[in-house]
C-alpha cells in the first residue's frame, strides 16, 4: 500500500478474499520481514514523519493509529469510503477520492470540504510533489496538476492544469524525490471481443474481434447494443456489428444495457450530476431520457420484465458496494415505484424469462439470491462469488463468473443450486469499461472483452515554458 518515509519498511494489506472491501493492514520491515498488525481498514498511507498512518474505513470515517500499532481512534467521518489517501508532505493536510471527487481534511480532523467542487470528471490517484508545491492526479485518464504556491506555471490553483493528452491513458502519477519527473504507467486501450468455443474449449475472436463492452443481443436476435471500449459510446448495429447507430455518448458513461422486449427501447445505467442513475433510449433514433426524473436517489442494473411492464432496478452503487442498498420494481404504467421485501443489501437484479422470479446477489458480489414473485420470498441458491449474472435461455440455470484467484465461468442450475464449473479465464486476460464483463451470446455461450492493449512505464521530464 505505501512505504515509510525512510524507505524501511512497507506498509501492506492481507486479503484472504475477494469478494471483502475491508481488509487488516500491517507494517512489514523491508529488511528482516517483521510484520506488525495496524488495523483493520479499505485504503492506508503513511504519515509524512512515518510515526502513523491514517486509514479508511466502510463505515465512512477516517482513523490513525501510530506506527506501533497502538493508539487507534477516529480522525473524522467523511461521508463516504475513502480511496487514494495522500498526506502533504508538512503533514498537516490529507486528501482522498470519495464517488470520483477529491476531499481534503485538516490532519487534526477539522474543515472537511470538496477539493474542487463543481468538477464533475472522475479524479483519483492522487500525488503530492516532495515539496508539496504541486499536486499530481488522474482526470479523464489524464495527468493534470494543481498549483499549491498560487504560482505554479503562473497559474491560478483553482483551475488544475492539464499536463498530457492524447490517445495513452495515465494510472498512479509518481513525482521523483527531485520533483523533475513524473513516473506514471501509460496504457494504450483496445478490446476484442471473444466468444468461448465449447468444443474447441477456446476463447476465440467473435464478431471480427468487435471493441464491443457490455453487448446484449435484442430478443429477435437481429440486433446488438453495446458500449465501445475504451471510448465509452453507446451503439446498436446489426447482428454482425453492421450499420450502427451511436445512442449515446461518453459523458453519460453507458453500461448495464438491457432491450425491452419489443426490442424498440434499451435500458442503460449512466451518469447525471455524479450520481449513478437509469435512462431509457429508443433502439432506433436515440434520445436518452431519465428512466425516473423526479427520483433524487441512485437506480442501477435496471432491466425489464419479459411482459414489459414493469422494470427492477437496484439502489446500489456499481459494483453494490453499499449494505443499504434494496431492490425496487417501477411500473410503467402507474409510475409507482416498490421495494422488494427482504431485499436490503442486494443488487444486480436479473428478472427470469419466464417473469416468475427475479435473481440478485449479495453486497460486493458475494451469494446468488433467488425471489420467489408468487411466494414473495427469498432463497440463496449458490453461496460464492457472483459477478456479471445472466439467466440461461431457457431459464433453468443462470451463468456468472466468480473472479477470485483462480478466476472462472460457472453455471448453476436453480434446480438444486448445483453450480457447474465451465471454464476458466486465469489465462484471459479480460478487460472492460469497469475492469471487466461478461455476458452471454445467443446459445449462452461466454462473452468476453480480451485486453489487447500496452501497459508501459514511463518518465515524463517536466519543463517550465
Known amino acids: 500500500m505505501d512505504v515509510s518515509p525512510d524507505g524501511s519498511t512497507f506498509l501492506v494489506a492481507s486479503f484472504t478474499g475477494a469478494t471483502k472491501t475491508t481488509h487488516p493492514f500491517w507494517s512489514e520491515r523491508i529488511l528482516g520481514g517483521s510484520l506488525r498488525y495496524l488495523a483493520k481498514g479499505t485504503d492506508a498511507v503513511w504519515s509524512p514523519d512515518g510515526k502513523s498512518v491514517v486509514y479508511s474505513t466502510e463505515e ?65 490517484c492522487g500525488q503530492w510533489a516532495p515539496d508539496g508545491k504541486a499536486f499530481y492526479f488522474i482526470s479523464n485518464d489524464q495527468i493534470w496538476v494543481r498549483d499549491e504556491q498560487y504560482s505554479f506555471f503562473g497559474h ?39 466468444r468461448f468455443d465449447a468444443k474447441t474449449k477456446q476463447f476465440q475472436p467473435y464478431l471480427a474481434g468487435l471493441d464491443a463492452d457490455n453487448l446484449v443481443f435484442s430478443n429477435d436476435g437481429k440486433s446488438i447494443a453495446y458500449v ?68 433524487p436517489g441512485r437506480q442501477s442494473d435496471a432491466h425489464w420484465s419479459p411482459d414489459g411492464r414493469n422494470v427492477v432496478f437496484s439502489t446500489s452503487y456499481e459494483g453494490g458496494a453499499d449494505a443499504k442498498s434494496d431492490i425496487r420494481i417501477l411500473n410503467l404504467e402507474s409510475k409507482k415505484v416498490s421495494i422488494l421485501p ?16 427475479i435473481a440478485a446477489v449479495r453486497m460486493n458480489s458475494t451469494n446468488l439470491n433467488i425471489f420467489d414473485l408468487k411466494t414473495q420470498q427469498w432463497s440463496t441458491r449458490y453461496t460464492g462469488v457472483v459477478a456479471y449474472p445472466a439467466w440461461s435461455k431457457d431459464g433453468r440455470s443462470i451463468y456468472f463468473l466468480d473472479f477470485r484467484r483462480d478466476p472462472a465461468v460457472f453455471k448453476v442450475r436453480l434446480s438444486d443450486g448445483v453450480a457447474e464449473r465451465l471454464v476458466s479465464v486465469s489465462d484471459l486476460q479480460y478487460t472492460g469499461n469497469a475492469g471487466m464483463w461478461m455476458g452471454l451470446d445467443p446459445t449462452d455461450a461466454p462473452l468476453f472483452l480480451r485486453d489487447v492493449g500496452t501497459n508501459d512505464i514511463y518518465a515524463l521530464t517536466l519543463e517550465e515554458k
Not at 171 to 193: H, N, Y
Not at 245 to 268: H, K, N
Not at 342 to 357: E, I, K, T, Y
Request: charged residues 20%; neutral net charge.
Open 156 to 194: 491560478s490553483p483553482a483551475q488544475p492544469i492539464q499536463l498530457t493528452s492524447g490517445p495513452v491513458a495515465w494510472q498512479s502519477p509518481f513525482p521523483s524525490k527531485d520533483g523533475k519527473t513524473i513516473f506514471a504507467s501509460g496504457v494504450t486501450m483496445r478490446g476484442e471481443l471473444v
Open 228 to 295: 465501445s471500449f475504451p471510448e465509452g459510446i453507446l451503439w446498436k448495429a446489426d447482428r454482425d456489428g453492421s450499420n450502427r447507430v451511436q445512442l449515446a455518448d461518453a459523458t453519460m458513461l453507458p453500461g448495464e444495457l438491457s432491450w425491452s422486449p419489443d426490442d424498440t427501447q434499451i435500458l442503460f445505467g449512466g451518469s447525471s450530476k455524479g450520481q449513478v442513475v437509469t435512462y431509457v433510449v429508443s433502439s432506433q433514433t436515440g434520445g436518452a431520457r431519465r428512466l425516473l426524473p423526479d427520483d
Open 60 to 124: 465512512g470515517d477516517l482513523d490513525v493509529v501510530q506506527s506501533d500499532g497502538s493508539g487507534a481512534h477516529k480522525l473524522a467521518a467523511v461521508g463516504g469510503l475513502g480511496h487514494f489517501l495522500r498526506w502533504s508532505p508538512d503533514g498537516k493536510t490529507i486528501r482522498f477520492t470519495i464517488h470520483g471527487a477529491f476531499w481534503e481534511i485538516s490532519s487534526n480532523g477539522s474543515n472537511l470540504h470538496q477539493l474542487l467542487p463543481g468538477r464533475q470528471v472522475y479524479q483519483c
Open 342 to 357: 427482504g431485499s436490503v443489501g442486494l443488487f444486480a437484479p436479473r428478472w427470469s424469462p419466464d417473469g416468475r422470479s
